[in-house]
């Protein structure tokens, strides 16, 4: 049982906004920034979102982070194939004194 | 540009340690500015943080509550390397286990620390 909790599966057509969530408490998302990975098949994840809301060099900006309170949310605008993948949202717990992760959320690209 | 190779048995027995090595080129263990983690990763547990080391004017670890009592990282200047074991692993510790930098980035007023490079990653397998 993860931390954070995301939905399991988000999907969409190409072109498409898609948005994830990434739910949490107040020791976690509600006092510390979130950062977001991206996680393709058979591969390392790779930071997509840092800081709530900034994308390190190289990273589209259809990719956008948000954060309100105990929750933050993952955005891809103008879906494409090559963005399904498992994403993972994750933050510092003050209560856990460690870093926590969300359970993932399978993009699926129809 | 940073690069982390690990090292390490994919097989380990029950009771005994697991011991993982990540090497890293193009920053320095000691850095001031970066820390050095270990994750892991199952389709029971997801994603699993199990501790970090880092050097401000002296060395530091801290670890996961979850593993606390079992996990030891520590820093090797002189191979420009970082390692993980593990004690007493059960199959419950079968996982694939990530090596990961924790930069630091600026912003406005702030400081962020992400996860920004992760190595291979290693199947490290508890079974008899």
């Known amino acids: 049982q993860s931390v954070l909790t995301q939905p399991p599966s988000a999907s969409g057509t190409p072109g498409q906004r898609v948005t994830i969530s990434c739910s949490g408490s107040?020791?976690?998302?509600?006092?510390?920034?979130v950062n977001w990975y991206q996680q393709l098949p058979g591969t390392a994840p790779k930071l997509l979102i840092f800081?709530?809301?900034q994308r390190p060099s190289g990273v589209p900006d259809r990719y956008s982070g948000s954060k309100s309170g105990t929750s933050a949310s993952l955005a891809i605008s103008g879906l494409q194939s090559e963005d399904e993948a498992d994403y993972y949202c994750?933050?510092?717990?003050?209560?856990?004194?460690?870093?926590?992760f969300g359970g993932g959320t399978k993009l699926t690209v129809l | 540009q940073v690069q982390l190779q690990q090292s390490g048995p994919g097989l380990v027995k029950p009771s005994q340690t697991l011991s993982l090595t990540c090497g890293i080129s193009?920053?320095?263990?000691?850095?001031?500015?970066?820390?050095w983690s270990w994750i892991r990763q199952s389709p029971s547990r997801g994603l699993e943080w199990l501790g970090r080391?880092?050097?401000?004017?002296?060395?530091?670890?801290?670890?996961a509550v979850s593993v606390k009592s079992r996990v030891t990282i520590n820093p090797d200047t002189s191979k420009n390397q970082f390692s993980l074991q593990l004690n007493s692993v059960t199959p419950e510790d079968t996982a694939v286990y990530y090596c990961?930098?924790?930069?630091?980035?600026?912003f406005g007023s702030g400081s962020y620390h992400p996860f920004d490079y992760w190595g291979q990653g290693t199947l490290v397998t508890v079974s008899s």
């Open positions: 994750a933050t510092w717990d003050d209560s856990l004194n460690g870093w926590v």
């Open positions: 107040s020791s976690n998302i509600g006092t510390n920034i």
């Open positions: 800081g709530n809301n």
């Open positions: 193009g920053d320095t263990v000691s850095s001031n500015n970066a820390a």
């Open positions: 080391t880092y050097y401000r004017s002296k060395w530091y670890s801290d670890y």
């Open positions: 990961a930098r924790v930069g630091t980035y600026y």
